[in-house]
């Protein structure tokens, strides 16, 4: 059984196949569209071919390009490395501090139950 993506990704194949041939046949051969009536000339036909893709393709590249420099102009700037470092030997210190009161408490608690241990022989 084919998936759903599956059988879009197959409309979309055909689709696109049957276009790039329509725009390679009309490239080539505009006298068959001229002669169905849809264009008023062959160069008209061959001119609009070409145009119409290279408009396109410039509008998305212009797009791209307005978009990362609205994301470049809209971003804040990254930490300078030392500040990360420091925040990070910071926050180790903080680990180091905490964890030394609770090895002195673990021995402690080691120490009181060998005291109760030798109390209860």
Do not use: H
Request: some cysteine.
């Amino acid at each position: 059984m084919v998936s759903k993506d599956q059988s879009i990704g197959g409309a979309i194949f055909i689709i696109c196949l049957i276009i790039a041939i329509f725009y390679v046949v009309t490239l080539f051969y505009p006298d068959w569209i001229v002669n169905l009536g849809w264009a008023s000339s062959r160069n008209a036909v061959q001119f609009w071919l070409i145009a119409i893709p290279v408009f396109i393709a410039f509008i998305a590249i212009m797009g791209i390009g307005a978009w990362i420099g609205w994301t470049m102009a809209t971003t804040p700037p990254p930490k300078p490395i030392e500040e990360i470092t420091s925040e990070i030997e910071e926050e180790e210190k903080k680990e180091e501090a905490a964890k030394e009161p609770t090895e002195a408490a673990e021995t402690e608690e080691k120490a009181e139950e060998k005291g109760k241990g030798k109390t209860k022989k």
